[in-house]
Nanobody
Framework: VQLQASGGGLVQPGGSLRLSCTTSALNYYAIGWFRQAPGKAREGISCISSSVGRLFYADSVKGRFTMSRDNAKNTVYLEMNGLEPDDTAVYSC?????????????????????WGKGTLVTVSS
């Protein structure tokens, strides 16, 4: 299974970016976006649990970030608005194809099986 994230870059505080993640997995139990800031642990920020068809978000991004997917393109997106300097991190997408995840467990990085290479988002003036 392969995943490829793209769309990162430098943006000013308050700005917006849209990340894309294309996966070779045609069927998965869950897929999500994660980020890791320098010196910090990896954090789950948004995921889709296919078993229940629901989206989950970390409290830190609720109301600012929106995850969506295009099944025809095997791609998920992360629309990020109101970006803040604390959002600076490497953003990665990950998926699980062998393990059913209940509810928002898909936000836990350790539960994901396959990871793509991340894309750097820098929020700075």
């Amino acid at each position: 299974v392969q995943l490829q994230a793209s769309g990162g870059g430098l943006v000013q505080p308050g700005g917006s970016l849209r990340l894309s993640c294309t996966t070779s997995a045609l069927n998965y139990y869950a897929i999500g976006w994660f980020r890791q800031a320098p010196g910090k642990a990896r954090e789950g920020i948004s995921c889709i649990s296919s078993s229940v068809g629901r989206l989950f978000y970390a409290d830190s991004v609720k109301g600012r970030f929106t995850m969506s997917r295009d099944n025809a393109k095997n791609t998920v997106y992360l629309e990020m608005n109101g970006l803040e300097p604390d959002d600076t991190a490497v953003y990665s997408c990950a998926t699980t194809v062998n393990t059913y995840l209940h509810g928002d467990v898909c936000l836990r990085p350790g539960k994901m099986e396959y990871w793509g290479k991340g894309t750097l988002v820098t929020v700075s003036s």
